[in-house]
């Protein structure tokens, strides 16, 4: 449902639906189509030998998912753990992954024109994974490909080509 | 009005390979001594069954080609003619054709015609063989070329088909395009008749008049030159037959039918004139005379009441994801109901007795429900013995060797999932077996063996795992000879290598003692592929061999790679599962038994041997609660390099868990094999005691 009706604004509007939320300072946007659910963090089982911000795996209702802490892995904000510690759980094609953010903080619809290119910058997040900078209302958001960016070698989420092989 | 017979084709096809498959296993059961009727009533049947499947949708080579079988098996049930070495290979022949038309029907392509011409040419010559005095009543017959016969048809609707629609000159200009067609007495009231010269297939014929009334209200009669007197006789389908007889014939067919297998949708009708009539109905010597008894089907439904119902004809097919997808939901069914025990723990029993009697039917339940659904994934092993009599009877004889094969256990059930990756493994090593390990008769007999060897196949349970061996009683394997090859080829071997280890060398890749490369071993290939298929099974080989008594392989399987009994054991916060059909023992070492090996790896001393310790918490990079081993537990288990004492925090309890896998959406993790989920709810991950194993081996 929630698919079909963000489908049709776009059409309708030339609009896209993007989930916004914090890395401390920073105010990031998603594709909202790429969101499955927003949970608390709770019950992360580690893994070991895996860099810092991969927190480990938890049961998503029966499936086994890997737990990404975004404000490690672009180090911004500080990794701390409450209950008011929330996840993103993503739907990327045939994977899941939770992401580990500050905070969640709305659902914004952005035409395209919206969305300005990013200048070349030394952020802590690569470019090729930048869609863009929108403004909302007077603040910034970075516009993320989450799911280039969460499928890249980089985050060593799944298995590389060359080890499957 | 025509119904498309196409829909039914796969359901036919479907059914056509299991009767063949049916058939396969018990020709190669069949004991050429005493046969048992009852076989060779069951193989006639299955025979039957395709020949009847294959008329009615119109595949003609094939019903021609079981006809010519049934010819041959309908003698030899009949104790007419005694079953032979050369008759079983035609059946097996057979069955191989009949697959590939059956192939070639589904997905096109090209059938070997001259070979189903020679087969069924063999098969007739066969079922001539020597001529029982009784049988040969009719020479006249026996000698007619088929060339002169002609078909005697005649309609005899209940109602006016032509007036409903049917086309008089539709089914003449049919009927034309298969031979000279004689109209001997024209449509009057619905009925007709026709004397069709040349000689058609009865199937073709029914074909025509499929669409014009039921199967029953016409007749197909074979004239043959000199033989019509016969022909005519037969069981009362004929052009002179009074129709008040026929309803009287139809019952008594009809009630022979029911000991037949039902066969597919609309089968019945059609099938019924098929049964009695064939005899007569297709112009080839050997089957002309069966027509002439008076009854052929009664000793045929006799012999087919006494058919012993197999487990195949009660069950349904259904896919394998539908299985697995139940497994699954079984699976979280388990978890759910120990997640609710655990927060329920809490309540006082005595005030909430219902709530805790409920939750121990709803344990009760959900464990049966979980054995009922890991059963649907079970099968006998049979399922993958079953195809080796075939491969030695066919090897032995390409290596002119004579091989006899034992079956042990083959109800033994396991995975379906183990069974499919078990067939190729077991083929390799019983090929092997055939190729190396039994010798040729001259030498068996020069050495005081009887000629014959004996490859024994068994499968049981042992503990918490399968125990699949093949025996051969052959030579055995040469130890001298393996090691000259394993230092010619450079492979490491230790100086003074134990019987364990030089068994061991045959599965190196490229490992081949074989004077001579045959076509069916001694490539060097298939030993390395047989461990590793049998490691990815998560299973285990041991080699045993004597020389000059044979040679025992056994593959040790994990019941199922769905479910897992494990040990729970905790580290610092987090919770491990291991194996438990791995562990050996546990223990609390006392510091006497803890040394160090150059300051740096530990060994535990337990019972005069030395196992390396291995501290979990350092390998998974955790905060344990003691580091010291004398606190904790040591878990010693047993790996393919040897036994190795893991160092954990504490033991929690024994459990089955379901095994869930990392990679859907994560990537493999060194030293873990899966994941699971406990009572609580979060994951906790499987150790891979072989690759902990390796990772720990200093390097």
Known sequence: MSELAAESVQALTGHQEFLTFTLGEEEYAIDILKVQEIRGYDGVTRIANTPDYIKGVINMRGVIVPVVDMRLKLQVGEAVYDQFTVMIILNLGSRVVGMVVDGVSDVVALSEEQIRPAPEFGAALDTQYIQGLASIEERMAIVVDIEKLMSSSEMGLMDSVAEAL | ?699
């Open chain 2, 1 to 699: 009005m025509s119904i498309d017979l196409s829909q039914f084709h796969q359901v036919f096809i479907d059914e056509a390979y299991e009767h063949l498959a049916t058939m396969e296993s018990l020709l190669l059961a069949l004991d050429l001594e005493t046969p048992s009727l009852d076989d060779l009533n069951a193989i006639f049947r299955a025979a039957h069954s395709i020949k009847g499947g294959a008329g009615t949708f119109g595949f003609t080579d094939i019903a021609q080609l079981t006809h010519a079988l049934e010819t041959l098996l309908d003698r030899l049930r009949k104790e007419e003619l005694h079953p032979t070495d050369v008759m079983i290979d035609a059946f097996l022949h057979c069955c191989d054709l009949l697959s590939s038309m059956l192939d070639v029907h589904q997905h096109g392509g090209e059938v070997d015609q001259a070979r189903i011409e020679s087969l069924q040419a063999e098969l007739l010559h066969l079922a001539e063989g020597d001529e029982p005095l009784a049988e040969v009543s009719q020479p006249s017959a026996t000698t007619q070329p088929a060339t002169e016969a002609s078909w005697l048809i005649k309609l005899h609707p209940a109602e006016d088909v032509f007036a409903k629609g049917a086309s008089w000159e539709a089914i003449n200009t049919d009927l034309q395009a298969l031979g000279e067609l004689q109209v001997l007495s024209e449509l009057s009231e619905g009925q007709a008749s026709w004397r069709l010269l040349g000689n058609p297939e009865r199937a073709d014929l029914e074909e025509i008049f499929a669409y014009v009334c039921a199967a029953d209200e016409v007749t197909f009669t074979l004239e043959e030159t000199g033989s019509q007197e016969e022909t005519e006789d037969d069981l009362g389908f004929g052009f002179f037959i009074d129709e008040a007889e026929l309803p009287a014939e139809l019952d008594k067919l009809q009630a022979e039918q029911e000991d037949e297998q039902g066969f597919g949708f609309f089968i019945d009708e059609q099938s019924l004139p098929l049964e009695t009539e064939m005899a007569a109905t297709e112009p080839n010597k050997a089957a002309t005379e069966k027509a002439p008894e008076k009854k052929p089907a009664k000793s045929a439904s006799s012999g087919t009441a006494k058919r012993p119902a197999t487990a195949a004809e009660a069950s349904i097919r259904v896919g394998v994801e539908k299985v697995d997808q139940l497994i699954n939901l079984v699976g979280e069914l388990v978890i759910t109901r120990s997640m609710l025990a655990q927060s329920l723990s809490a309540l006082d029993p005595m005030e909430h007795e219902e709530i805790y009697s409920g939750l121990s039917s709803l344990e009760r339940n959900s464990r049966d429900l979980q054995e009922a659904v890991m059963s649907i994934r079970m099968m006998p092993i049979n399922f993958v013995f079953g195809r080796f009599p075939r491969v030695v009877r066919d090897l032995s004889s390409t290596m002119n060797k004579k091989v006899a094969l034992k079956l042990v256990g083959e109800e033994t059930e396991l995975d379906k999932g183990l069974i499919e990756k078990l067939a190729d493994p077991l083929t390799h090593l019983v090929r092997n077996s055939i190729d190396h390990g039994i010798e040729s008769p001259e030498e068996r007999l020069a050495v005081g063996k009887p000629e014959q060897g004996t490859i024994t196949l068994s499968a049981g349970h042992q503990g918490g795992s399968i125990l699949v061996e093949v025996i051969d009683d052959g030579a055995g394997l040469n130890r001298d000879k393996l090691i000259a090859s394993a230092t010619k080829k450079g492979v490491p071997l230790s100086e003074n290598p134990t019987d364990k280890e030089v068994w061991q060398l045959i599965f190196a890749a490229g490992f081949s003692t074989a004077a001579q490369v045959t076509d069916v071993s001694g490539r060097g290939v298939g030993m390395d592929v047989v461990m590793r298929n049998i490691t990815e099974m998560k299973g285990q080989i041991e080699v045993d061999s004597e020389p000059g008594k044979g040679t025992r392989i056994s593959l040790r399987l994990p019941l199922t790679l769905a479910i897992l009994d494990g040990m729970s054991l905790r580290v610092g916060d987090e919770v491990f599962i291991l194996p438990l059909t791995r562990i050996i023992e546990s223990m609390q070492p006392d510091s006497e038994q803890l040394k160090t090996v150059s300051g740096q790896g530990r060994v535990v001393h337990i019972r005069g041997e030395y196992l390396p310790l291995i501290s979990l918490y350092k390998v998974f990079n955790l905060e344990p609660r003691f580091t010291n081993p004398e606190e904790g537990i040591l878990v010693v288990v047993e790996s393919a390099e040897g036994k190795l004492a893991l160092f954990v925090d504490e033991l929690i309890s024994q459990n089955q868990v379901v095994i869930k896998s990392l990679e859907t959406h994560y990537r493999r993790v060194e030293g873990v094999s899966g994941a699971t989920i406990m009572g609580d709810g979060r994951v906790a991950l499987i150790i891979d005691i072989e690759q902990l194993a390796r990772m720990t081996q200093p390097v």
